[in-house]
């Protein structure tokens, strides 16, 4: 059972510590984007894709696996935007309870509900009035809110739960998932006109095991955590490089802040520092390359044996190893035989 109270207060303080807390680096509003990135083409691109449209009225739409800084994106995006003196307003969709999300977005009259507050609530919608509303994991939203956001986004006008008045708002609105929206909408868990709607354009952030700039990420956000001239080992360093980070820059922000406190007052951040969970998973990923780099191995010279035993014909060797020619082919043309 849900007091209202508690969890609207919860969102808040949420939202309000979100947004307190600075972006990745110091803002500059002409290079907004050197927060984001440090050369990375795919992250500069969807920068110059979404700073271009932010002040068009054209909704932004930002993709990419959880944790891969589409908050701080758009954080970035608002600073650079002609509205960066007015609110950013967040609205985590997946942390609210479908049976709130609508009187937190659109606000409700007093008395409205049971548990309700007395003097009402204007809702987030109406926070952000001349500002931009940021509707984070909006794959979340309940079919019903989805109905009313629509009509908010047709007629730029909002009526209270409970209320006979409505209010004009005139908000730029950036809506951000890590789910599959056409996959949604093709389920009918997403309405398709809120969709298109929404997707005026639509950017995705990469993730971090992709990017090109990760050891420049991990240098600063180091620098942002240690507190003294201290170093990362060129041996940690590597596993860093190496490791997938299936939560993307959020896993490897608290992994350095951790790493950080554990080897507080060394000059060198090392291995041995690390964690019992942490030291596991970078010797897991260093059987998977051990053991995948002996599978190319052996399928090399296996293609190769065949081959030879062929007299050269790679259809009868694709053919016995049940393999495409094209792979017959490229391994072979990379191990020089052909
Ligand atoms: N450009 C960046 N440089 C350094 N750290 C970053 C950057 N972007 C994000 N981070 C770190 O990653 C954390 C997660 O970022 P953010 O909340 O923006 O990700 P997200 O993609 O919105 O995640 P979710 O999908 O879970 O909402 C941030 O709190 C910050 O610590």
Redesign the pocket.
């Known amino acids: 059972m849900f007091s209202y109270g508690t969890v609207m207060e919860q969102q808040i303080l949420q939202m309000n510590s979100w947004l307190a807390s600075p972006p990745?680096k110091k803002l500059d509003i002409l290079n907004a984007s050197l927060?984001?990135?440090y050369g990375d083409p795919e992250v500069e691109l969807a920068w110059q894709h979404a700073s271009k449209v932010i002040d068009s009225g054209i909704h932004l739409l930002v993709l990419?696996e959880?944790?891969?800084?589409?908050?701080?994106f758009v954080k970035a995006l608002h600073q650079y935007s002609s509205r960066r003196h007015k609110p950013l307003v967040a609205v985590n969709c997946a942390a609210l309870p479908n049976d709130l999300i609508e009187s937190e977005l659109f606000g409700y009259a007093p008395g409205s509900f049971t548990g309700a507050h007395p003097r009402g609530y204007s809702g987030r919608i109406r926070l952000a009035d001349k500002g931009i509303l940021f509707l984070?994991?909006i794959g979340e939203m309940s079919m019903q809110a989805q109905c009313r956001l629509l009509s908010v986004l047709q007629d730029k006008t909002i009526t209270p739960l409970g209320s006979a008045r409505s209010y004009k708002v005139d908000i730029e609105v950036i809506a951000?998932t890590?789910q599959d929206l056409d996959w949604l909408v093709a389920k009918g868990r997403f309405r398709r006109d809120l969709y298109y709607r929404l997707n005026g354009m639509a950017v995705e952030l990469p993730v971090l095991r992709n990017r090109k700039d990760k050891a420049e990420?991990i240098k600063?956000?180091h620098e942002k955590y240690r507190n003294h001239s201290q170093t990362i080992s060129p041996d940690l360093f590597k596993h860093l490089i190496r490791y997938s980070w299936p939560g993307n820059?959020?896993e490897l922000?608290n992994f350095i802040r951790v790493v950080t406190v554990m080897a507080d007052g060394n000059d060198v951040v090392d291995v041995t520092h690390l964690p019992m969970q942490w030291k596991r998973r970078f010797s897991k990923t260093n059987d998977r390359e051990r053991i995948s780099t002996e599978l190319k191995a052996t399928l090399n010279k296996t293609i190769e044996d065949v081959y030879v035993a062929n007299e050269g014909n790679i259809s009868k060797v694709a053919r016995e190893l049940g393999v495409s020619r094209n792979t017959v082919y490229r391994r072979l043309k990379a191990q020089k035989v052909l």
Request: charged share 25%; net charge negative; no cysteine.
């Open positions: 990745a927060v984001l990135h990419g959880t944790g891969v800084g589409k908050g701080e984070d994991e951000a890590h990420l600063s956000i820059l959020r922000d």
